[in-house]
């Protein structure tokens, strides 16, 4: 709007010049009629006069435009400059450009806050890298699906030969389906600080298909047990260490507790071990827990990189479950049965992954996430059925902005390791206010 005003004011004062030009030239061909040069005066005076009055007014036209430009700049919030190509100054329009551009004040962009955010990507993991704003608080829905199976043959007898087994063979296929449905709240106590709660609810389904190869057993047996009960509860606290930067990473410290809210393991109905009310049962468990049954405490570390038009990003954490004591197991009949003292292994975390910015609405991510279970102790003593798990993730992610303030998040992934679950499917809408 600018460059258009002093346009103006420029053509408007060249088709003056050119008139004065052409009005010159007239005169100085046209032949007199008279040769008096007292009239011959008089006449160029005449001329002189009104083209003085042209320009004048010419004058008056560019002081309105630059008044209308100057309430302008004022409704847009700019600070107001004078317009180029005033009247009285003997420019040229190259000399014009180059003292408008040096005069006019450039804006790019918006000047960054002193809490600056980092960017943001579609979420892969539990760890968000962008903080609530101060003040702000946002409403999470999300619903997620996993789905696992897995292949077990007991060996329980000795072998005379190689070849020979004498005892029980037992080959077992558990498939099994989890749904959690969960409510994530988030507020910002500072541009730095943030407060999450999670509330999750969980169904679970598990179908048992065995059949006992040295026992004589033709047919398999189906075994379905399953278990709806809210989840455990977590809270999570985020502190977001550096401002970050073009060449510097965002970092992010966080510290998630996680409650034993849900259906405790320890506390569902287990299936005689070997025979209960003189028939032979199976061992598992008739209804399925929707919690771990343990507290526990999460520190962790999340870093962000953005290189145009990618933000790499991943972190580290590590998962202690506090230890419970005097654990005993309810069996069917009422009874229950003494474990002892039980400390669940600890978790170490690491994720990492990039994220690709499609257009100003889409973002696309994938990333890995590695996972390494320590060995259950019961009493002190590791258990002999008790390994160190791997467990591992290929997870792939797309965001779409809807508005200012929701966004559709989709996460699929694909279990790396036989102890991960297979596959995982993800649906989160974060609503900001």
Known sequence: MKKNHGSRSLGLLACTSLAMAATASHAQGAPAPSDDPGVRIERLQQQLTEQNRQIETLRQAVADQEARHRELQRALGQEPRAVAGRAEGARTPDADSASDTSQRPVRVGTAPSQETQPPAVAPLFDQPGILTPKGKYSLEPSVQYSYSSSNRVALVGYTIIPALLIGLVDVREVKRSTFTGALTTRYGLTNRLELEAKLPYVYR??????RELGGGSATDRV??????AMGDVELAARYQ???GGANKPYLI???RFKSRTGKDP???????ITRCEGSETTGLPLDLPTGSGFYSLQPGLTWLFPSDPAVFFGGISYTYNFKRSDVSRL??????ELIGTIEPGGIFGINFGMGLALNDKSTFSMGVDLNSVGRTRRNGTPLESSVRTQLASLLLGYSYRYSDKTNFNVTVGAGLTRD???LTIGLRIPISF
């Open 205 to 210: 389904s598990d179908a048992t298909i065995s």
């Open 223 to 228: 075994f379905n047990s399953s278990g709806r």
């Open 241 to 243: 260490l550096n401002d």
């Open 253 to 255: 410290g966080s510290m």
């Open 266 to 272: 320890f506390e569902v109905v287990t299936d005689c």
């Open 331 to 336: 069996v069917r009949g009422g009874e229950r």
């Open 420 to 422: 991960t679950p297979d």
